[in-house]
């Protein structure tokens, strides 16, 4: 089973940018659909970017046109680059495989983003 350790996460003000990664621990990964996910205090984990295997992405209206997520299966790794952050998007930051998230298992760390002044 892929393992995955994400990275990059800090505090940052409103407006800022900060950029996630995930590396994988194995090649497989390149053929699942990976997703960002994030946590906030007193909420539910939410998919905040997918990316298939052949590139198609998608966001939710809470971060779409500020989050791009990408994928580089050459280097095992999924970004998030995240722009205009605001203090909703203070959270810990998970990636793992969509299957993985519908079934609840294999979450990593994760990587605190907080977005304060």
């Known amino acids: 089973q892929v393992q995955l350790v994400e990275s990059g996460g800090g505090l940052v003000q409103p407006g800022g940018s900060l950029t996630l990664s995930c590396a994988a621990s194995?090649?497989?990964?390149?053929?699942?659909?990976m997703g960002w996910y994030r946590e906030a205090p007193g909420k539910q984990r939410e998919l905040v970017a997918s990316?298939?295997?052949?590139?198609?992405?998608n966001y939710p209206r809470s971060v779409k046109g500020r989050f791009t997520i990408s994928r580089d299966n050459a280097k095992n790794t999924v970004t998030l680059q995240m722009n205009s952050l605001n203090p909703d998007d203070t959270a810990v930051y998970y990636c793992?495989?969509?299957?993985?998230?519908?079934?609840?298992?294999?979450w990593g760390q994760g990587t605190q983003v907080t977005v304060s002044s």
């Open positions: 793992n495989t969509l299957v993985n998230a519908v079934l609840n298992r294999a």
């Open positions: 194995e090649g497989g990964f390149r053929d699942l659909t």
């Open positions: 990316i298939t295997s052949g590139g198609y992405t």
